[in-house]
């Protein structure tokens, strides 16, 4: 089946301007994350989705990051006023239903970000 | 929060050689994964092992989840397998997040 599809794969924008970036998790998968991943870095972790709602978004490094999923399926995130340092690759996952335990994630190939 | 310590940092093999990746992590985990970055990005799942051990192909991985490490084995590399490998845990809480280590360069040479 399909896995985890991220769009576009590279957006180059200006400072100081607004982006989305899409993610469509695995189908039937109702848990979605979102990752950063910097130069020479492992991916660090932003946001957790189970269904529709943002169930923890202790990772979004200020206010100017938002991310929506309003049909617990596809999600956006949204980043506003754009600085040089946001600048990343920035990575969706999705995984099983949690159920309250731990379900393997997979990963989608990423949108990199360049800010200019 | 828990820290996750990959080595070597780099690794440059020639074809054909054998290599182990290790995993130090510095609390009690609930689940490990291990993933391949090619060189276009995409981080792709090789094992799924919070302890025990799995081979899938040439690759193999042990997770002793009690000693806080995992290690990753190549046999037999070949010039795909370059690339960078991520361990990456799940030590609790509600939200699953994965924290992730810095990651092993490998380079399989010709």
């Known amino acids: 089946g399909a896995g985890v599809s991220q769009t576009p794969s590279n957006k180059v924008t200006e400072k100081g301007k607004y982006v989305e970036l899409r993610c469509d998790p695995i189908s039937g998968h109702t848990a979605l994350y979102w990752y950063r991943q910097s130069l020479g870095q492992g991916p660090e972790f932003l946001i957790y989705f189970q269904g529709t709602g943002a169930a923890d978004d202790s990772g979004l490094p200020n206010d100017r990051f938002f991310a929506v999923r309003p049909e617990g399926s596809v999600s956006t995130l949204k980043i506003q006023r754009t600085e040089r340092g946001d600048s990343a690759v920035y990575l969706c996952a999705s995984s099983k239903h949690s159920g309250g335990r731990y379900n393997e994630q997979f990963f989608g190939p990423g949108t990199r970000l360049t800010v200019l | 929060g828990i820290q996750v310590e990959q080595s070597p940092p780099d690794l440059i093999l020639q074809e054909g050689a054998n290599s182990t990746l290790r995993c130090n992590f510095s609390?009690?985990?609930?689940?490990l994964q291990w993933f391949h970055q090619n060189p276009w990005g995409q981080l792709i799942n090789l094992f799924y092992?919070?302890?025990g051990t799995k081979q899938n192909g040439r690759l193999s991985a042990t997770t002793v989840a009690t000693e806080r490490y995992s290690l990753l084995y190549i046999s037999s590399s070949q010039t795909t397998d370059s690339g960078v490998y991520f361990c990456a845990v799940y030590s609790g809480g509600s939200n699953y997040k994965l924290t992730f280590g810095k990651g092993t360069l490998l380079t399989v040479n010709p």
């Open positions: 609390d009690s985990v609930n689940n």
């Open positions: 092992i919070p302890s």
